[in-house]
Structures are given as C-alpha cells and as structure tokens.
C-alpha cells in the first residue's frame, strides 16, 4: 500500500508540471500563428505612402471582379469534376474503376503552377495541338481562332483540374456511407438513376460537396505562381505588387482584408449548407 501511494504522490505532483508545459507549448504555437495576423491588421492602421487611394481608384475593383469570377468558375469546376467522378466510381462497376479510385487523387501531388506551364506549353500556339491542327487543316496564323490559355478562363480550367481532388475526397467518401436502402427506396418511388441521384444522393452529400469546395476555394486565392503566369489579376497579385513593387506595406495589409472577406464569405456558406440531413433532402 505505501509503495502504491507513493507511485499516486509522485504522479499527482507530476500533473501540474505536464499541464504547464503543455500551455506554454500551446501559448508558443498560437503566438506563432498569430504573429503574421498581428503584423497585417498593424500594418493596415499604419501611415501609409498614399498608394491605397490609388490602388481603390484604378486597379482595386479589377482585382475584385477577377478574384470574384475565378472563385465561382473554380467552384463551378470542382463541383461538377469532383461529384461526378466521385459519384461513378463509386456507384457503378466498369473495368479499371479500383484504379480510378486512386488515381483520380494524384493532380493533388502536382502543383498548380507546374500544371499551368504543361497547359501553356501545351495549347500555346506553338504547341503540338496547335501545330497539329495547322499541319491537318493547312490554316495559317489569324485564319482561325483558339482560345487562349493564358487568360482567366484558362486559370479556371487549371485550377479546376487541380484542385477537384479535394471535392472528390470529401463527396466519395460521403456517398460511401449512404445507406443503399435510401437509393433503393428513391427508385421504388419512381426515380430513375438521374432523379434518385439529383434528390437523394447529392442532397445528402451537399455538407462534404460544400466543404471541398471551401477547401479549393482557399487554395485558389492563396496560389500566387499560377495567376501570375496567366496575367490574372487577384488579391494575391495585388498584395504582392503593392508591398514589393510600391514598397508599401500598408497598402498591402489593406488589400489582405478584401481576400479574407471572401473566405468568411464562402465559409458562412458552407456553414449554412451543412445544415441537418433531413433538411437536406427536402
């Protein structure tokens, strides 16, 4: 009995030593964390140089317009991927549907920049597509038009391309644990394969569907190498032009809260979608 009191003594003093280094550790993460968001709102409420009323004057509601177009065509682009790969792999049998299951994942491996440039110089005009299509038809330059990759509607169809993964994840996984009986159910109700999967299965999926789609919304304002590249002009842009190019920081901090509206925006969105499930499938 002494020996086991002593083990509980010798364990209780311990607890506290434990519990105060696990805060600190906490207290020295979140500070970490937070030090960039202190450095942003400071610098926004700092005397600038005078570039913020420039950049509201000429290029600010640009950025708007283009981050705003390139966020619902990214969206647009993930969902309609992500779900329908999502939902064939997972409800019907065809010959390598286990490898598709996997592979469907790997554009997250490769970042979005390196797919802008294997697009770029793949669809450019000296590009093997568009050479080949010259050699066929013998057209010559300005006898036919080919869109341009190098635009916002290409930024969108890279990013889509890239970033449906996180849609797809999310939605495969939410499919896989419906209840067949609730599909059964829709087709004895006389619902085709179209009808039980547009007011059963996508209904029910719609938290996990909304919740990828947050995630590559975040992505898409947060890439910086892509937009650049395809001449697009964001938030990230604007951010990096106005703290490096015009040497103001301040400018840039006041940029920064336009981007993060945007992400409270979607996510109290998602937020609201997420709702319970049988107000989902009504």
Not at 47 to 74: E, N
Not at 190 to 202: D, K, N, P, Q, S
Not at 211 to 228: N, P
Request: one cysteine or more.
């Amino acid at each position: 009995m002494n020996s086991v009191s002593a083990v509980s003594s010798i364990a209780i003093s311990r607890a506290p030593r434990s519990a105060a280094g696990l805060a600190f550790c906490a207290i020295a993460v979140a500070a970490l964390l937070l030090a960039p968001i202190a450095m942003v709102l400071g610098g926004a409420f700092a005397p600038g140089q005078g570039s913020w009323q420039h950049l509201t004057a000429t290029v600010l509601p640009d950025y708007i317009a283009s981050t705003l177009w390139l966020g619902l065509g990214v969206a647009f682009g993930v969902m309609l991927t992500g779900v329908s790969s999502a939902w064939l792999v997972t409800t019907y049998r065809f010959p390598g549907r286990t490898l598709f299951e996997w592979a469907l994942i790997l554009p997250m491996a490769v970042p979005g920049y390196v797919i802008a440039y294997a697009y770029t110089d793949f669809l450019q005009f000296a590009g093997p597509v568009q050479s080949a299509l010259r050699t066929i038809t013998g057209w010559q330059a300005g006898e036919y038009w080919f869109p341009d990759i190098r635009s916002l509607g290409g930024a969108i169809l890279v990013f889509s391309l890239v970033l449906y993964p996180y849609v797809y994840l999310l939605a495969r996984a939410a499919f896989l644990e419906q209840s067949a009986n609730l599909v059964e159910a829709g087709r004895l109700l006389g619902r085709g394969a179209w009808g039980t999967f547009f007011r059963v299965a996508l209904p029910l999926a719609r938290p996990a569907i909304a919740a990828g789609t947050s995630l590559a919304l975040m992505e898409t304002l947060a890439d910086f190498g892509a937009v650049s590249y395809f001449g697009v002009q964001t938030f990230t842009t604007g951010i990096y032009r106005a703290w490096l190019s015009m040497g103001d920081a301040t400018a840039a901090a006041a940029v920064m809260p336009e981007s993060v509206k945007l992400l409270i925006a979607s996510e109290r969105n998602r937020s609201e979608n997420s709702g319970p499930l049988s107000a989902a499938t009504r």
